[in-house]
C-alpha cells in the first residue's frame, strides 16, 4: 500500500506546518498538500521541521486534488447539529 498524502486546508502558522513535517518524516510519509496557506513557510518552519524538510516534499495547490478517498479531520468544534 502506497503511503498517503497530507492534505493541509488553509493552515495558519508556519510553527504548526513545521511540526506536522517533523512527525511525517517520523512516519515516512512524503508529500505534504498546502491548499492555500495562510503563512509562509520561513526560519519557525525550519526550526520545527528539522530533518523533515528534506524528506517530506511540499506541493502548493489552490484546491484539494482529486483522490479516490479523503478522510478529513477539524481542530473546530461542532455543535450537536454539525458533529
Same mark, same amino acid.
Not at 513557510?41 to 526550526?47: D, I, P, Q, V, Y
Not at 528534506?54 to 473546530?76: E, F, N, R, S
Given at each position: @500500500?502506497?503511503?498517503?498524502?497530507?492534505?493541509? $486546508? !488553509?493552515? !495558519? =502558522? !508556519?510553527?504548526?506546518?513545521? /511540526?506536522? $513535517?517533523? %512527525? @511525517?518524516?517520523?512516519?515516512? &510519509?512524503? =508529500?505534504?498538500?498546502? $491548499?492555500?496557506?495562510? %503563512?509562509?513557510?520561513? *526560519? *519557525? &518552519?525550519?526550526?520545527?521541521? @528539522?530533518?523533515?524538510?528534506? =524528506?517530506?516534499?511540499?506541493?502548493?495547490?489552490?484546491?484539494?486534488? /482529486?483522490?479516490? @478517498?479523503?478522510?478529513?479531520? =477539524?481542530?473546530?468544534?461542532?455543535? *450537536?447539529?454539525?458533529?
Amino acid at each position: @500500500m502506497n503511503n498517503p498524502d497530507i492534505i493541509l $486546508v !488553509e493552515p !495558519e =502558522t !508556519e510553527g504548526n506546518i513545521g /511540526a506536522i $513535517v517533523r %512527525c @511525517m518524516a517520523n512516519f515516512d &510519509f512524503k =508529500t505534504l498538500i498546502l $491548499v492555500n496557506p495562510k %503563512c509562509s513557510l520561513g *526560519e *519557525e &518552519f525550519s526550526k520545527r521541521a @528539522m530533518h523533515g524538510k528534506d =524528506t517530506v516534499a511540499i506541493y502548493l495547490k489552490k484546491k484539494i486534488p /482529486a483522490y479516490d @478517498m479523503l478522510i478529513g479531520t =477539524t481542530a473546530q468544534k461542532g455543535n *450537536e447539529y454539525n458533529i
